[in-house]
């Protein structure tokens, strides 16, 4: 499952730098599209088993 989870930790920390950013530009439409993908990803990784934790030490779970 290796090439899996790094797949679904890759789409975890692209989600939440888009996230980020439609925050920072304050675009709501943006935001929302970013947190229903990140949401969507994040109950992936727990239906597989995936720890969502980063680098950075976050989980978002």
């Not at 975890?12 to 304050?26: F, K, S, V, W, Y």
């Not at 675009?27 to 947190?35: G, K």
């Not at 993908?37 to 088993?49: I, N, P, T, Y």
């Amino acid at each position: 499952m290796g090439r899996f989870a790094e797949a679904v930790r890759e789409r975890i920390r692209e989600a939440r730098a888009r996230l980020e950013a439609a925050l920072e530009a304050e675009d709501a439409f943006e935001a929302a599209m970013a947190e229903d993908e990140l949401e969507d990803v994040l109950r992936l990784a727990r239906k597989h088993g995936i720890s969502a934790e980063t680098e950075d030490g976050v989980d978002g779970q």
